[in-house]
């Protein structure tokens, strides 16, 4: 527990009152679905750079990638770079078509209706089954924020674990609840803004603290024989290929994140998108690093190990800073946090408001009903996802790793084909997204010899085979649908 709670908790209480007053003046502006769901494609570069960022890189970027590196030493180097490299390459290749073809594409605001409409699938089942894998995948993701809010509570205020899932659960619903997209992206700014300016404090003091870099390398060097080497693992024994393609794999998850993927679809002008790319991969990697040299900092400042390497930025932070400035760093890892689930709650609510309840349920409903129904399906998801939360034995870490795969898996290869390859057909797309979210499923179940590989690697390939495959053997796309392609990918 944090020695002095009592700056930290008024630090907390103004936080979440700040981000409460954004939630409520993006309530005044959300008047549709599409205001809701996408702010009205008003982004502009700097938010949608930022807020990407930060819904992308949620409370593991503090928690779980610190304790790994904690744990791994060099080691998780690896998967900084994956992380980094599918940073670029999904801004670069995906971004600007997205954005421009699924305006287009009838003006569609969910991957799920983006599918549908690019490849015009009138029975609906591409769009009912992307949905499906969004709303599982997104349970245990919107989770591991849970159980980052859980840890971040429990270790500042000494409060049970479980009541605090629930505090942190709160906390992340009041503003998402109220003023959906444009709520979600503006406070990602503010807490994309605080968690790079603590990624870059906290590990300079810290190491500082710690007597320097060579104190750092010697404390690495005495825990583990090959913490120091980038091709072995703490124990000193080599890494195989299989264990370093499967860190550089995580990559490979950035082409199918929905959250993500929703800030290109909000955007509110292709052209800029250069500019918010340059943003988005200099942040990434500023926190990337920062986050690396926590856990590895951590190692030499802490002289009895600690029982969860997930708590060394909250510890370090509580070891080195006066209580007051305490409580503004600890609060970037509720932005962190809170960035991510907001973002996956509000993703999750409009596959259900958008693509199941009006598309089965009420085709005609008005843009107010569906809003109402989005902000019902916030409140249930998150109950859902916070009892999934209660288990106090979870790491964010783990759960993270799965929910990425299965994402990235199920919706990047289709989303990348879909802007890219003119002969890709509605049932490529639709074994597409089922080979790869069913391969990551039954992969995660098996264990020994190839089956050590990151699940995304084989449901990335196997997606990819299956929408080629299928695509070649059915029947392919209408040519009026070929050429309105070949149109957007001409004025991209």
């Known amino acids: 527990m944090i020695e002095d709670t009592f700056a930290v908790s ?43 960022g930060a819904s992308d890189m949620s409370g593991w970027l503090l928690l779980g990638l610190p304790g790994y590196a904690y744990v791994a030493g060099l080691e998780a180097i690896w998967i900084a770079v994956g992380l980094l490299i599918g940073t670029y390459l999904n801004w670069l290749l995906v971004a600007r078509r997205l954005r421009n073809y699924s305006f287009a ?32 995948f997104f349970l245990f993701y919107t989770s591991s924020g849970l159980v980052a809010g859980g840890k971040l509570f429990e270790t500042v205020f000494g409060m049970p674990y479980h009541w605090a899932v629930i505090a942190g659960t709160l906390a992340v619903v009041s503003y998402t609840l109220f003023g959906g997209f444009l709520a979600v992206s503006w406070t990602d ?108 900092a951590g190692i030499t400042y802490f002289e009895t190990p600690l029982d969860d390497g997930e708590l060394a930025f909250m510890l370090l ?67 859902i996802a916070g009892t999934v939360a209660m288990d106090d034995e979870s790491m964010v870490l783990d759960l993270v790793a799965y929910a990425w795969a299965g994402f990235g898996a199920a919706f990047g290869p289709a989303i990348i084909l879909s802007l890219y390859w003119r002969n890709m057909n509605r049932n490529g797309a639709l074994a597409g997204v089922m080979v790869g979210g069913l391969t990551v499923v039954i992969w995660d179940t098996l264990s020994g010899g190839l089956f050590d590989l990151y699940e995304i690697i084989p449901g990335f390939l196997f997606s990819m085979i299956a929408i080629v495959v299928v695509s070649r053997m059915t029947t392919g796309p209408d040519q009026d649908i070929a050429e309105e392609f070949d149109k957007i990918i001409g004025t991209r």
Do not use: C
């Open 10 to 52: 008024v630090t907390f209480i103004l936080y979440i009152i700040g981000m409460l007053a954004l939630g409520l003046v993006a309530y005044m502006r959300t008047q549709s679905l599409s205001d809701y769901i996408l702010g009205g494609r008003s982004l502009g570069p700097i938010p949608s750079a930022l807020s990407a």
């Open 105 to 136: 594409a009838s003006d569609s605001l969910t991957i799920p209706s983006f599918f549908e409409n690019r490849f015009r699938d009138n029975t609906r089942a591409l769009r009912v089954i992307s949905a499906f894998f969004i709303l599982l």
């Open 189 to 296: 700014v503010v807490q994309g803004l605080l968690m790079l300016a603590a990624l870059i404090l906290v590990p300079i003091l810290a190491i500082n603290a710690a007597g320097g870099m060579d104190a750092v390398a010697d404390s690495m060097r005495a825990e583990g024989t090959g913490m120091l080497h980038l091709f072995s693992d703490a124990e000193g024994e080599a890494l195989g290929i299989l264990a370093i393609l499967s860190l550089l794999g995580w990559g490979l998850g950035y082409f199918g994140q929905p959250h993500v993927l929703a800030r290109f679809l909000g955007i509110k002008d292709g052209a800029r998108v250069p500019y918010a790319r340059r943003i988005a991969v200099s942040w990434s990697a500023l926190t990337l690093i920062g986050a690396l040299f926590v856990g590895w």
């Open 317 to 383: 932070v509580d070891a080195l800073f006066h209580p007051a400035v305490a409580g503004v760093l600890l609060a970037a890892i509720l932005a962190a946090i809170m960035s991510t689930a907001d973002s996956q709650l509000l993703v999750s609510s409009s596959a259900l408001a958008e693509d199941f309840y009006k598309g089965f349920i009420r085709e005609d409903a008005s843009p107010e009903e569906l809003v109402k129904v989005g902000r019902i399906a916030v409140l249930v998801i998150a109950v």
